[in-house]
T-cell receptor, first 113, second 110 residues
Framework: GAGVSQTPSNKVTEKGKYVELRCDPI?????LYWYRQSLGQGPEFLIY????????DSGLPNDRFFAVRPEGSVSTLKIQRTERGDSAVYLC???????????FGPGTRLTVL | QKEVEQNSGPLSVPEGAIASLNCTYS??????FFWYRQYSGKSPELIMF????GDKEDGRFTAQLNKASQYVSLLIRDSQPSDSATYLC??????????FGSGTRLLVRP
Protein backbone atom coordinates (compact mmCIF):
# COMPACT_ATOMS: atom_id res chain seq x y z
CA GLY A 1 0.00 0.00 0.00
CA ALA A 2 0.96 3.65 -0.20
CA GLY A 3 3.34 4.98 2.41
CA VAL A 4 3.47 8.38 4.05
CA SER A 5 3.59 11.15 1.49
CA GLN A 6 4.88 14.69 1.95
CA THR A 7 4.66 17.75 -0.23
CA PRO A 8 6.53 19.64 -1.44
CA SER A 9 9.72 17.58 -1.57
CA ASN A 10 11.76 20.77 -1.65
CA LYS A 11 10.89 24.29 -0.61
CA VAL A 12 13.10 27.32 -0.98
CA THR A 13 11.89 30.51 0.62
CA GLU A 14 13.19 33.85 1.75
CA LYS A 15 13.72 34.90 5.33
CA GLY A 16 10.53 36.26 6.83
CA LYS A 17 8.14 34.36 4.55
CA TYR A 18 5.41 31.94 5.58
CA VAL A 19 5.52 28.27 4.55
CA GLU A 20 3.21 25.28 4.79
CA LEU A 21 4.39 21.69 4.65
CA ARG A 22 1.88 18.91 4.08
CA CYS A 23 1.82 15.31 5.26
CA ASP A 24 -0.54 12.55 4.17
CA PRO A 25 -0.22 9.53 6.51
CA ILE A 26 -0.65 5.86 5.74
CA UNK A 27 -4.35 5.11 5.36
CA UNK A 28 -5.88 4.01 8.65
CA UNK A 29 -3.06 5.33 10.81
CA UNK A 30 -4.45 7.37 13.68
CA UNK A 31 -1.20 8.81 15.01
CA LEU A 32 0.90 11.35 13.12
CA TYR A 33 4.24 12.84 14.06
CA TRP A 34 6.45 15.67 12.83
CA TYR A 35 10.21 15.64 13.23
CA ARG A 36 13.00 17.91 12.01
CA GLN A 37 16.41 16.67 10.94
CA SER A 38 19.51 18.80 10.53
CA LEU A 39 22.62 17.61 8.73
CA GLY A 40 24.54 15.02 10.70
CA GLN A 41 21.89 14.71 13.39
CA GLY A 42 19.07 12.34 14.13
CA PRO A 43 15.47 13.47 13.71
CA GLU A 44 14.25 15.76 16.48
CA PHE A 45 10.65 15.51 17.67
CA LEU A 46 8.35 18.48 17.07
CA ILE A 47 4.72 17.45 17.63
CA TYR A 48 2.40 14.48 17.45
CA UNK A 49 -1.32 14.04 16.91
CA UNK A 50 -3.70 11.33 18.02
CA UNK A 51 -6.70 11.87 15.77
CA UNK A 52 -7.35 15.57 15.31
CA UNK A 53 -5.81 16.86 18.53
CA UNK A 54 -2.19 17.74 19.17
CA UNK A 55 -1.35 15.36 22.00
CA UNK A 56 2.17 16.70 22.55
CA ASP A 57 3.59 19.84 20.96
CA SER A 58 6.50 20.18 23.38
CA GLY A 59 9.07 19.93 20.58
CA LEU A 60 7.92 22.97 18.64
CA PRO A 61 10.84 25.41 18.98
CA ASN A 62 8.77 28.59 19.34
CA ASP A 63 5.42 30.14 18.52
CA ARG A 64 6.33 30.63 14.86
CA PHE A 65 5.65 26.92 14.39
CA PHE A 66 2.14 25.52 14.34
CA ALA A 67 0.59 22.30 13.08
CA VAL A 68 -2.95 21.18 12.41
CA ARG A 69 -4.75 17.97 11.52
CA PRO A 70 -8.36 19.11 11.17
CA GLU A 71 -9.95 15.88 9.94
CA GLY A 72 -7.66 13.38 11.60
CA SER A 73 -5.81 12.47 8.42
CA VAL A 74 -3.71 15.04 6.50
CA SER A 75 -1.59 17.38 8.59
CA THR A 76 -0.02 20.72 7.78
CA LEU A 77 3.02 22.17 9.52
CA LYS A 78 3.01 25.94 9.32
CA ILE A 79 6.04 28.15 9.88
CA GLN A 80 5.65 31.92 10.13
CA ARG A 81 8.39 34.51 9.63
CA THR A 82 10.90 31.89 8.57
CA GLU A 83 14.51 32.23 9.71
CA ARG A 84 17.68 30.79 8.20
CA GLY A 85 17.96 28.50 11.22
CA ASP A 86 14.69 26.83 10.21
CA SER A 87 16.48 25.24 7.23
CA ALA A 88 16.32 21.47 7.68
CA VAL A 89 14.52 18.37 6.45
CA TYR A 90 11.05 18.15 7.94
CA LEU A 91 9.94 14.56 8.36
CA CYS A 92 6.46 13.26 8.95
CA UNK A 93 5.73 9.80 10.34
CA UNK A 94 2.58 7.86 11.09
CA UNK A 95 1.67 4.80 13.13
CA UNK A 96 -1.44 2.65 13.41
CA UNK A 97 -1.87 3.74 17.00
CA UNK A 98 0.41 5.53 19.45
CA UNK A 99 1.74 2.16 20.61
CA UNK A 100 2.82 1.00 17.15
CA UNK A 101 5.93 1.51 15.06
CA UNK A 102 6.39 4.79 13.21
CA UNK A 103 6.94 4.92 9.47
CA PHE A 104 8.48 7.97 7.89
CA GLY A 105 7.64 9.86 4.74
CA PRO A 106 10.29 11.10 2.29
CA GLY A 107 10.57 14.49 3.98
CA THR A 108 10.45 18.10 2.84
CA ARG A 109 13.78 19.85 2.51
CA LEU A 110 13.25 23.48 3.57
CA THR A 111 15.86 26.07 2.67
CA VAL A 112 15.50 29.59 3.99
CA LEU A 113 17.68 32.08 2.15
CA GLN B 1 24.60 13.90 28.52
CA LYS B 2 22.57 13.16 25.41
CA GLU B 3 19.47 11.03 25.90
CA VAL B 4 20.52 8.57 23.19
CA GLU B 5 24.20 8.14 22.34
CA GLN B 6 25.78 6.50 19.33
CA ASN B 7 29.30 6.48 17.99
CA SER B 8 29.21 8.57 14.82
CA GLY B 9 31.68 6.29 13.01
CA PRO B 10 32.32 5.58 10.29
CA LEU B 11 32.38 1.90 11.12
CA SER B 12 34.15 0.15 8.27
CA VAL B 13 33.77 -3.60 7.79
CA PRO B 14 34.63 -5.91 4.88
CA GLU B 15 31.87 -7.52 2.86
CA GLY B 16 30.64 -10.70 4.53
CA ALA B 17 31.67 -9.64 8.04
CA ILE B 18 29.43 -8.94 11.03
CA ALA B 19 28.76 -5.26 11.69
CA SER B 20 28.00 -4.36 15.31
CA LEU B 21 26.29 -1.09 16.04
CA ASN B 22 25.77 0.15 19.59
CA CYS B 23 23.54 2.61 21.38
CA THR B 24 23.11 3.70 25.00
CA TYR B 25 20.20 5.62 26.46
CA SER B 26 19.65 7.58 29.65
CA UNK B 27 15.91 7.22 30.46
CA UNK B 28 15.44 4.04 32.51
CA UNK B 29 11.71 4.23 31.90
CA UNK B 30 12.12 3.65 28.17
CA UNK B 31 10.00 0.80 26.90
CA UNK B 32 10.55 0.49 23.16
CA PHE B 33 13.66 0.57 21.03
CA PHE B 34 14.05 0.95 17.29
CA TRP B 35 16.70 0.81 14.63
CA TYR B 36 16.25 2.84 11.47
CA ARG B 37 18.45 2.78 8.39
CA GLN B 38 18.96 6.02 6.49
CA TYR B 39 20.61 6.21 3.11
CA SER B 40 22.15 9.52 2.11
CA GLY B 41 19.46 11.96 1.02
CA LYS B 42 16.63 9.61 2.03
CA SER B 43 14.34 9.35 5.03
CA PRO B 44 14.72 6.84 7.89
CA GLU B 45 13.49 3.31 7.20
CA LEU B 46 12.47 1.06 10.09
CA ILE B 47 14.45 -2.18 10.13
CA MET B 48 14.08 -3.56 13.67
CA PHE B 49 12.26 -2.94 16.91
CA UNK B 50 12.61 -4.61 20.29
CA UNK B 51 10.66 -4.32 23.51
CA UNK B 52 12.01 -7.07 25.78
CA UNK B 53 15.44 -7.89 27.13
CA GLY B 54 17.39 -10.33 25.00
CA ASP B 55 17.80 -10.88 21.30
CA LYS B 56 15.42 -10.52 18.39
CA GLU B 57 16.40 -11.84 14.99
CA ASP B 58 15.02 -10.94 11.57
CA GLY B 59 16.95 -12.28 8.63
CA ARG B 60 20.51 -10.95 8.73
CA PHE B 61 19.63 -8.49 11.50
CA THR B 62 19.68 -9.12 15.26
CA ALA B 63 18.67 -6.51 17.80
CA GLN B 64 19.90 -6.94 21.37
CA LEU B 65 18.50 -5.16 24.41
CA ASN B 66 19.89 -4.95 27.93
CA LYS B 67 17.68 -2.66 30.01
CA ALA B 68 19.82 -3.01 33.14
CA SER B 69 22.80 -1.62 31.24
CA GLN B 70 20.61 0.73 29.17
CA TYR B 71 22.18 -0.63 26.03
CA VAL B 72 20.81 -1.57 22.62
CA SER B 73 22.75 -3.04 19.76
CA LEU B 74 22.20 -4.09 16.17
CA LEU B 75 24.16 -6.87 14.53
CA ILE B 76 24.22 -7.23 10.76
CA ARG B 77 25.49 -10.60 9.58
CA ASP B 78 27.03 -11.19 6.14
CA SER B 79 27.30 -7.44 5.58
CA GLN B 80 26.77 -6.27 2.01
CA PRO B 81 27.87 -3.02 0.32
CA SER B 82 24.16 -2.17 0.08
CA ASP B 83 24.07 -2.08 3.90
CA SER B 84 26.30 1.03 3.79
CA ALA B 85 24.15 3.74 5.38
CA THR B 86 23.63 5.62 8.61
CA TYR B 87 21.92 3.59 11.33
CA LEU B 88 19.79 5.53 13.76
CA CYS B 89 18.93 4.21 17.19
CA UNK B 90 15.63 5.52 18.57
CA UNK B 91 14.11 5.14 22.00
CA UNK B 92 10.52 5.63 23.06
CA UNK B 93 10.41 6.81 26.67
CA UNK B 94 7.20 7.14 28.66
CA UNK B 95 5.63 9.40 26.04
CA UNK B 96 5.01 8.41 22.44
CA UNK B 97 7.67 10.47 20.72
CA UNK B 98 10.90 8.92 19.51
CA UNK B 99 14.24 10.17 20.80
CA PHE B 100 16.96 9.56 18.24
CA GLY B 101 20.69 9.26 18.47
CA SER B 102 22.83 11.06 15.91
CA GLY B 103 23.44 7.84 14.01
CA THR B 104 26.38 5.61 13.17
CA ARG B 105 27.67 5.63 9.61
CA LEU B 106 28.42 2.12 8.36
CA LEU B 107 30.69 1.45 5.38
CA VAL B 108 30.85 -2.06 3.96
CA ARG B 109 33.94 -2.50 1.79
CA PRO B 110 33.56 -4.81 -1.25
Amino acid sequence: GAGVSQTPSNKVTEKGKYVELRCDPISGHTALYWYRQSLGQGPEFLIYFQGTGAADDSGLPNDRFFAVRPEGSVSTLKIQRTERGDSAVYLCASSLTLDNEQFFGPGTRLTVL
Amino acid sequence: QKEVEQNSGPLSVPEGAIASLNCTYSDRGSQSFFWYRQYSGKSPELIMFIYSNGDKEDGRFTAQLNKASQYVSLLIRDSQPSDSATYLCAVKPSSYKLIFGSGTRLLVRP
